[in-house]
């Protein structure tokens, strides 16, 4: 059984930062890399970065590139998404994600990033 928990989201205004960390524990057959997703109300959730373990390549989406920082610890199982630079729009709740296979991924219960105007 494997657990992802997050941590860090808060309230912070807009032009403000946090850091969300994401800690993995229990037994995969492969992790192959770690990432973060959000889902604001009424909306489907979206991809938001990705960090894979070979040649820790990192992968963002286009509104958060420049304001959003991806990095991890492979060995520990954690990944971590800074986050500056904040605007209202970027409020959801950011769920953690790892990658153990092509269609095989683990998510976390999410955390609440409130950014208010």
């Known amino acids: 059984q494997v657990q992802l928990v997050e941590s860090g989201g808060g309230l912070v205004q807009a032009g403000g930062s946090l850091r969300l960390s994401c800690a993995a524990s229990?037994?995969?057959?492969?992790?192959?890399?770690m990432g973060w997703y959000r889902q604001a109300p009424g909306k489907d959730r979206e991809f938001v970065a990705r960090?894979?373990?070979?040649?820790?390549?990192?992968y963002y989406a286009d509104s958060v590139k420049g304001r959003f920082t991806i990095s991890g610890n492979n060995a520990k199982n954690t990944v971590y998404l800074q986050m500056n630079s904040l605007k209202p729009e970027d409020t959801a709740i950011y769920s953690c994600?790892?990658?153990?296979?092509?269609?095989?991924?683990?998510w976390g219960q999410g955390t609440q990033v409130t950014v208010s105007s």
């Open positions: 960090l894979s373990w070979s040649g820790n390549i990192t």
């Open positions: 994600v790892l990658y153990s296979g092509a269609t095989s991924r683990y």
């Open positions: 229990g037994r995969t057959l492969a992790n192959y890399g």
